[in-house]
Nanobody, 126 residues
Framework: QVQLVESGGGLVQPGGSLRLSCAASGFPVDVYAIGWFRRAPGKEREGVSCISSSDGTTPYADSVKGRFTISRDTTKNMVYLQMSSLKPEDTAVYYC???????????????????WGQGTQVTVSS
């Protein structure tokens, strides 16, 4: 049974950092496409970053490029999102997602993901 559990959200001041974690079970994180998404109040869900299953490419949304870094630890079956230089507009619920599709390049941002975590709230405010 595939399960994804996010953690690490919280309240942080602008310019601060947070690291989100996604504990995966039921599948190996280096085989599935893995993505981080977010939904801000009143806005549509946005793909933040992902890891393509076939070539390990890690594309980023333009809004977070240079500030966020996605990574995975296959020994722990975990996926992380390191967020730095946080801005108020990064405030959202962040979700981890997984999919069995074989993806290359930035296609992992456009996959209709099969599995989702429950989300973790990130609030950037002074």
């Amino acid at each position: 049974q595939v399960q994804l559990v996010e953690s690490g959200g919280g309240l942080v001041q602008p310019g601060g950092s947070l690291r989100l974690s996604c504990a995966a079970s039921g599948f190996p994180v280096d085989v599935y496409a893995i993505g981080w998404f977010r939904r801000a109040p009143g806005k549509e869900r946005e793909g933040v970053s992902c890891i393509s299953s076939s070539d390990g490419t890690t594309p980023y949304a333009d809004s977070v490029k240079g500030r966020f870094t996605i990574s995975r630890d296959t020994t722990k079956n975990m996926v992380y999102l390191q967020m730095s230089s946080l801005k108020p507009e990064d405030t959202a619920v962040y979700y981890c997602a997984a999919d069995r599709s074989r993806t290359y390049g930035d296609a992992c941002l456009r996959v209709d993901y099969d599995y989702w975590g429950q989300g973790t709230q990130v609030t950037v405010s002074s």
